[in-house]
């Protein structure tokens, strides 16, 4: 499956590094390391990839990262622990 975020790339453009799109326009503002461009770029695809699925504890709808991503953020850091106070 291709996704328009398949196209992105992260490139080197005269001052910095960007996120760019396949015609080579940077879509994000300047990263002074690649690294951090690189992130930018993870962080893009994976809110491109997530949907709103209902948790499987609580039942509330959140945005899931993907199949992997089934509880929300307040019951993912619940302590369910039969010991936690
Ligand atoms: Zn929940």
Do not use: Q
Not at 58 to 85: Q, V, Y
Request: aromatic share 8%; net charge positive; charged share 25%.
């Amino acid at each position: 499956m291709t996704t328009a975020t398949d196209t992105l790339a992260v490139d080197h453009l005269g001052n910095g590094w960007y996120v760019v799109d396949a015609s080579g326009d940077p879509v994000t503002g300047r990263y002074s390391f690649r690294a951090e461009a690189e992130i930018r770029l993870d962080k893009i695809r994976r809110r491109a990839a997530s949907k709103v699925r209902p948790c499987l504890s609580c039942g509330t709808r959140f945005a899931s990262e993907g199949p992997h991503n089934r509880l929300c953020t307040p019951c993912r850091r619940a302590d369910l622990s039969p010991w936690a106070p």
